[in-house]
């Protein structure tokens, strides 16, 4: 498409920087030979051939630093990180040297830091870089050079690690590379390279960075650049005759723009060529782009396919995009600003031109959404309306209707002589859904007004498709008008169920039609309602509400189908899982008691895992009943098996029992404060109850049916029956001592001392106590010395045995083999253990020869047992705990002491090893015993393992 067919317009505005403006310093550089430029990350660099690199600002201050000792010649910002890559020369006559800049970390001079220098050699040869490129990720640099080889750098760009790689990439051709662009994919990354006759594309993500030739056509210097998704990121090359677009392996669309182009730029869809003066153009070797006395510099719209500005500018350098503006720079270092205008001045400027359809595809294009878009039918429809087109302005703001606020077209369309128009326009409102109740209204009137009766059944009765309207405001304004039967129909066709009910209840006060009607909505619409109108209905009709708050909090099935949607409900079967809060309803019964008792009923039984308040509220209302003065005697006794029954009930489901209890103590419910206290394991509560109630059997009777589980229930029973000064309590007393002795639950001394305090028990009462107790500790005392005696005796036999064999000679005189049980012969084995053995017999059966084969089993038991009773008492950690709970919990703490000093538990433990027993037995050497030998020679140092587990015995019985 010829550009000359593209309309032209001016959406820029253009603006001189000042360099000596207030707070600009732009002028610092303003006599500086510029070699090249560049902009990202909020800033504007410039290169001179000095060296330096200069930094501006948006207030066009200047920072400037030496980044090489005597020319910049390249320079690129990478967008997407704060970092800067240049290429200049530090000394003459040597190639130039890419240096890569961190702008984000400073040197100790303040300047940006230097990451990476890496020499710019082609081939080993010396050659200027006329074209330079960096992959946004800091993957891959490139640099072209006039000799017209590519050097490509993979890895990572601000690191110069031995991993980098450098390809040499050959165009083919002997001059200059003109331009270098990658393109970044997710998946492939190319790069694109032109020179003054070609057009190519490498695959630099493959590892051989493969060639293609796209075009045997190429372009001068700085004349390409990377279009973005509106071009759908092609390379463009900029050629004398158009532009071209070129996709990785093929070339895309071309736009003939005639001219000589020295510079393309892309900048948001935007299109920016500089031509030549063709009256007149000067050469200059620089860097930057060629430098003319006159340039025109045309901005194109590529997704308008406008001319967006056109102007001529004097030596057009280069063109920098940088907060939202385009800056020209010239020849003489002026900055010149185009600034975009905005998008509502160039509608504006449209509107004045009638473009409404430009200025639709603009809005779509410039993601202004619908907002703008309906701006734009807004001002159509207002220039539409100033004509007198009434009937096509109101087509215009209907396309406005949820954008444009309705009320500023229903004022226009106000008067008489345009109802007609204002009926489409609200007709139309409500069709989009876009209605509301005002809106309804003031539709219903126009109806009315034009007397339209055709239009108002068919708006109120019609299919739900045709007209969207607010259901409510039409049932309102006929039940306003008293059209109830209409407004019934209506709510109930549309399944309005708060209005039906609300006209049922409080205008045609029809109860049981409301109730019933409420019984076929579903689950969740009816548990709404009830909750809403339910004390309304219970105080009207009690008993059909109680009924259907039953089915709520238990089984609820809607009575008929018609009113429940098949979204809602696939099957009755459904319904029946939901269960309402009964929690929630209990408030509606405020003032009828019955009909709560009733319904609480139902609901534990049904449901007997229901919450605790279900149970509270049911216990508190019997417990009410049975208190009323009106309830006589029989109905008081049928009440109170019913409330010890739901404690019973309660208590199994382990819920907090707490304030049952206090219920029961507020109305003096004895049998459920002794129930709660017996279910809660309260024994001491239940004594205590029946001390403060000066029952004295009672406390007795609570001693013997839960003194096994309390053993200090005696003890307080005892304690308080020692107290009573008033009361003569010795029957009391004596059946405590009698139960607490057969138990061994009373020690003498605490019987002593309580009763000791008493000023009204005398002796007699705890005479036959003592006599029992004292006989019954001498009889344990006598059998305790028995026990010592016998102990005495059996430590000093086994001395006595100990010391005979320590001393005397042991005679063998076993005439049979205990293994074979055959007469003994030579070569035989004897123990002191009184066992002996054929030579080849012991050797058979015994495991090794310094052990009693007969005995060793009951040996080994006895040496494991003693292993793990040590064992057991060094590993458990938990023993000093173990021992105190048994001591105080024990009846007679000393039999507990007592036994863990027969353990062992207080003494070092010292175990008897098979090495140590080993050593006590011998074997007769059978070839001396057949020399006449003597095989007891060494029997005076023999100990059998027998005797040792004797002597183990006593040590225990002593201890």
């Known amino acids: 498409m010829a550009y000359i067919q593209w309309r032209r317009f001016n959406f820029f505005n253009k603006e001189v920087i000042e360099s000596n403006a207030t707070g600009k310093t732009f002028d610092m550089i303003k006599d500086a030979n510029l070699q090249c430029c560049t902009c990202g990350r909020g800033f504007l660099i410039f290169g001179d051939d000095t060296g330096h690199i200069h930094i501006v600002n948006h207030n066009f201050q200047v920072q400037s630093f030496q980044a090489y000792r005597i020319s910049v010649s390249h320079l690129f910002q990478v967008i997407q990180h704060n970092v800067l890559a240049s290429i200049g020369i530090d000394e003459e006559g040597v190639n130039p040297v890419i240096k890569i800049w961190n702008m984000d970390k400073r040197d100790k001079s303040g300047d940006p830091f230097c990451s990476r220098i890496q020499a710019a050699i082609p081939n080993n040869l010396p050659s200027d870089v006329s074209a330079f490129s960096v992959l946004s990720n800091l993957s891959m640099m490139a640099a072209g050079f006039a000799q017209g080889s590519i050097v490509l750098y993979k890895g990572d760009v601000l690191k110069d690690r031995h991993g980098n790689k450098t390809i040499i990439l050959e165009t083919g051709q002997g001059g200059p590379v003109t331009g270098l662009s990658f393109r970044y994919g997710e998946k492939d990354s190319y790069l694109f390279a032109t020179t003054h006759t070609t057009v190519l594309s490498y695959a630099v993500s493959d590892k051989y960075s493969k060639m293609h030739t796209l075009e045997d056509q190429g372009c001068p210097m700085f004349c390409t650049a990377i279009s973005n998704s509106v071009l759908d990121n092609q390379f463009l090359v900029a050629a004398s005759d158009a532009v071209y677009a070129y996709q990785p392996d093929s070339r895309g669309p071309c736009f003939a723009f005639d001219g000589d182009k020295v510079l393309a730029r892309w900048y948001h869809g935007y299109l920016i060529l500089v031509y030549k003066d063709k009256t007149r153009a000067g050469v200059s070797s620089s860097a930057l782009r060629p430098t003319t006395e006159k340039n025109m510099l045309t901005i194109y719209d590529m997704n308008q396919k406008i001319i967006a500005y056109s102007h001529a500018l004097p030596g057009v350098k280069d063109v920098l995009y940088e907060w939202g503006s385009i800056y020209v720079l010239t020849a003489d270092n002026v900055l010149v600003c185009l600034q975009e205008i905005d998008i509502h001045s160039k509608l504006e400027v449209l509107f004045k031109k009638n473009h409404y359809s430009l200025a639709v595809n603009m809005a779509k294009n410039q993601n202004l959404g619908e907002e703008g878009l309906m701006e734009i039918f807004h001002q159509y429809g207002n220039h539409l309306y100033s004509k007198g087109d009434y009937d096509g302005a109101i087509h215009q703001y209907v396309k406005t209707i949820g954008h444009l606020e309705p009320s500023y077209v229903i004022r226009k369309f106000l008067d008489a002589q345009r109802i007609h128009n204002l009926t489409t326009y609200l007709q139309a409102m409500h069709e989009k859904g876009e209605a509301n109740e005002d809106h309804t209204t003031l539709l219903l009137n126009c109806f009315t007004k034009l007397k339209d009766s055709e239009n108002l059944n068919r708006f109120i009765m019609g299919p739900e498709t045709k007209h969207k309207f607010d259901v409510e405001t039409a049932i309102r304004v006929c039940r306003q008008a008293g059209y109830y039967e209409h407004a019934l129909k209506l709510a109930e066709k549309h399944q309005k169920h708060t209005w039906y009910l609300k006209i049922q209840l409080e205008n045609t006060k029809d109860y049981k039609q409301a109730l019933a009607y409420i019984r076929k909505l579903p689950y969740e619409e009816a548990e709404i309602n009830m909750k809403k109108y339910g004390k309304l209905l219970m105080k009207n009709v009690p008993a059909e509400a109680t009924e259907l708050l039953k089915a709520l909090c238990t089984d609820y099935k809607p009575s008929n189908m018609p009113l429940v949607n098949e979204d809602d409900y696939e099957s009755f079967g459904n319904v029946s899982n939901k269960h309402a809060n009964v929690e929630e309803f209990i408030h509606i019964f405020v003032n009828n008691s019955e009909r709560l008792v009733a319904f609480l009923q139902h609901i534990i039984k049904v449901e007997p895992q229901s919450s605790e308040l279900v ?200 005439t049979k083999c205990s293994l074979c049980n055959h007469d003994l012969e030579l070569p035989s084995v004897h123990f002191l253990c009184k066992h002996s053995f054929h030579q080849h017999c012991f050797e058979s059966y015994s495991e090794n020869d310094q052990e009693c084969p007969v005995c060793a089993g009951e040996n080994h038991k006895i040496l494991e047992h003693m292993r793990e009773q040590e064992q057991a008492l060094l590993n458990n950690r938990n023993l000093y705990d173990q021992f105190s709970s048994q001591v105080r919990q024990s009846r007679d703490g000393f039999s507990i002491i007592a036994d863990y000093f027969a353990r062992g538990v207080f003494n070092k433990v010292t175990l008897v090893t098979e090495s140590k027993v080993r050593g006590n037995s011998a074997t007769a050497n059978p070839f001396e015993a057949s020399s006449g030998s003597n095989p007891f020679e060494d029997s005076g140092s023999l100990i059998d393992v027998s005797l040792q587990r004797e002597l183990k015995m006593m040590q225990q019985a002593n201890r």
């Not at 382990?654 to 049952?660: I, L, N, R, V």
């Not at 006599?771 to 016998?790: F, G, M, N, W």
């Open 615 to 814: 149970y509270n509220t049911l216990l508190e209302l019997y417990l009410h009943q049975m208190t009323h003065p009106n309830t006589t005697s029989e109905e008081r006794r049928r009440i109170e098996d019913q409330t010890l029954d739901l404690l019973k009930e309660f208590s199994s489901l382990d819920y907090d029992t707490d304030q049952a209890l206090v219920l029961c103590q507020m109305h003096c419910f004895r049998p459920g404060i002794l129930f709660l206290y017996e279910s809660a394991a309260l024994y001491q509560q239940i004594l205590r109850y029946h001390m403060d109630h000066e029952a004295m059997g009672l406390v007795v009777e609570t001693c013997r049916k839960h003194g096994s589980k309390d053993p200090s229930l005696w003890q307080q029973a005892l304690t308080f029956f020692a107290r009573q000064e008033d009361v003569k309590c010795e029957e009391h007393i004596m059946q405590v001592l009698t139960h607490g002795d057969k138990n061994n639950l009373l020690p003498p001394l605490l019987v002593i001392q309580l009763l000791s305090r008493s000023s009204t028990v005398s002796l007699s009462v705890i005479k036959d106590y003592i006599l029992r107790r004292l006989q019954k500790e001498t009889e344990e005392i006598d059998q305790h010395e028995k026990v010592i005696r016998q102990c005495q005796e059996d430590t000093k036999k086994m001395k006595e045995q100990i010391e005979e064999l320590k001393t005397t000679a042991t005679i063998f005189q076993v």
